[in-house]
């Protein structure tokens, strides 16, 4: 049954769906990038919420700022802006529809449409799921790229900005300009210290072209810090075949494994919904939370997901079962990553490596290697490498973490060990390409990409370990590496 409004009462009774009147809902909340994590996680906690009668003027109106979000928003409209969530959980599947967006801006090259929308006095929170490499943050000192071609575009063209925060920065001066009042900027990307993030990228861009906007959205405009979970595959055969199972033809249907989080702090200038009463957490110390997170699970996902594209598993839960990768993941989690993370309530860092094994090992979400691999160049910087630096600074060991950096520049030269080829999967991989190839005879061409290792480069623990790892992958294959990191 295509989904759509008039088709809601006729689903399966198994189908949870909307209890409330769509048709009431006000909106709310601005958001960008309206991919599987946004519909799966922020839009969820907000149908969550309606679902009890509540927050029914928080309602969201989707939006993006990349060509093919002009498809998504497509199949999104054609269904009255309903997603059909598909849990997948060990004992098996379960539906649900989401109906907490309303609409969706156009995508426009000069953004006038989304500008506009931001603008409205309605609008009280602006939120964001761009990926970690769509903040334009130098990857080596993690300030602002202010070189970067769109930022230099969005600086030249204020009025016709090509980025999303030079659409922040636009609406936030029409409703100075207004009287209209700041909003809140919220950040629902994995990155550590994601609001500082965003009120970096969007005050800088303004102190490029009006100083006086920047101290104005500096001083008015509130940026939370967040820590957003949840493993949420991308959308193939396989989930419209499960959206089918339930009697749905839904053209973008979401996976997700049963499990979220969402711990943000309560730093809202304009107001928020109670997120709290649908299972979210506000609190003062979301760095312990995000820490935890992204390093454990975020960094965890790196470290197994380079072997598994080299070796050809392809999936997450693949690697967990491969009698060296798994094993792999589990030493370099215990012993080099949670002596760097500290206790959250209920939560000790060994607790959570065994919680984020068991969910890496769920069999029921079909998480590919490929997805989890992509864009390396950010994801490694912001993952990865901040623990060796601090593994550094106390004398802890790195050999496990320097091995995994040794493996993702195997992986960039765009082969697998059985011949295939690795297509590309990061928006610098020609020149990831390059310096992988050039590292198989001077592993140090490598490390000397400064703009992800920095003084990382120069290190001696460093440049001795990356060495030994490459030549050995090179000259005995993943697995030998691998095993002789296990042994000792």
């Not at 960008?32 to 309606?50: K, P, S, T």
């Not at 598909?86 to 539906?95: D, F, H, K, R």
């Not at 965003?198 to 303004?206: F, N, P, T």
């Not at 939560?347 to 890496?360: H, K, N, S, W």
Request: aromatic content about 8%; some cysteine; overall charge negative.
């Amino acid at each position: 049954m295509k989904l759509s409004n008039s088709t809601l009462r006729r689903l399966p009774a198994e189908v949870k769906r909307p209890v409330y009147r769509r048709s009431g809902l006000t909106p709310g909340i601005v958001h960008i990038g309206i991919g599987n994590f946004h519909r799966a996680h922020q839009a969820w906690y907000l149908h969550r919420l309606m679902q009890q009668e509540k927050a029914h003027d928080w309602a969201i109106i989707g939006a993006g700022v990349r060509r093919r979000d002009a498809a998504q928003r497509a199949k999104l409209q054609a269904q009255d802006w309903l997603t059909t969530l598909i849990q997948l959980a060990p004992e098996g599947p379960s539906a649900e529809i989401v109906g907490s967006m309303i609409d969706c801006v156009p995508v426009e090259v000069h953004n006038a449409a989304l500008i506009e929308r931001m603008a409205d006095p309605a609008i009280r929170i602006v939120a964001l799921t761009v990926t970690e490499g769509g903040y334009y943050v130098a990857p080596a000192t993690r300030g602002f790229d202010a070189v970067h071609p769109d930022i230099l575009h969005d600086v030249a063209n204020p009025n016709t900005p090509r980025t999303a925060f030079g659409a922040m920065v636009a609406a936030l001066r029409l409703r100075r300009d207004r009287d209209y009042g700041p909003f809140t900027g919220q950040s629902c990307d994995n990155l550590r210290g994601n609001g500082a993030i965003l009120r970096q990228s969007v005050v800088s861009l303004a102190r490029l072209t009006d100083p006086g906007l920047a101290d104005w959205i500096d001083n008015h405009c509130s940026f939370p810090n967040s820590m957003v979970d949840c493993i949420v595959p991308a959308t193939g055969p396989n989930e419209r075949a499960l959206a089918s199972h339930f009697g749905i033809d839904d053209a973008a249907p979401v996976a997700h494994e049963n499990f979220r989080q969402w711990i943000m702090e309560d730093d809202f200038c304009a107001g928020r919904p109670d997120w709290d009463q649908a299972g979210a957490t506000f609190s003062n110390d979301v760095h312990a939370y995000e820490a935890m997170k992204i390093r454990i699970l975020n960094g965890g996902h790196q470290v197994i997901a380079n072997p598994g594209e080299i070796l050809s598993v392809e999936t997450i839960s693949g690697c967990m079962e491969h009698p060296l990768i798994g094993p792999f993941f589990r030493k370099v989690a215990m012993r080099e990553i949670a002596p760097h993370v500290h206790a959250v309530p209920d939560m000790t860092p060994e607790a959570y490596v065994d919680l984020i094994g068991q969910r890496f090992s769920n069999p029921g979400i079909v998480d590919t290697t490929r997805r989890v691999a992509f864009d390396g160049s950010s994801r490694h910087p912001g993952f990865v490498l901040p623990i060796i630096r601090d593994a550094l600074k106390g004398g802890r060991p790195i050999a496990g973490l320097v091995l995994a950096e040794a493996l993702w520049a195997r992986m960039c030269t765009g082969n697998r060990e059985d011949g295939s080829v690795i297509e590309p999967n990061d928006p610098m991989w020609d020149d990831l390409t390059m310096a992988a190839v050039r590292a198989c005879e001077t592993p140090q061409a490598w490390l000397d990409q400064q703009q992800f290792y920095g003084d990382l480069a120069r290190h001696p623990e460093v440049q001795a370990g990356f060495a030994h790892w490459l030549r050995m992958i090179w000259s005995d294959g993943t697995e030998a590496a691998i095993r002789a990191y296990l042994t000792g």
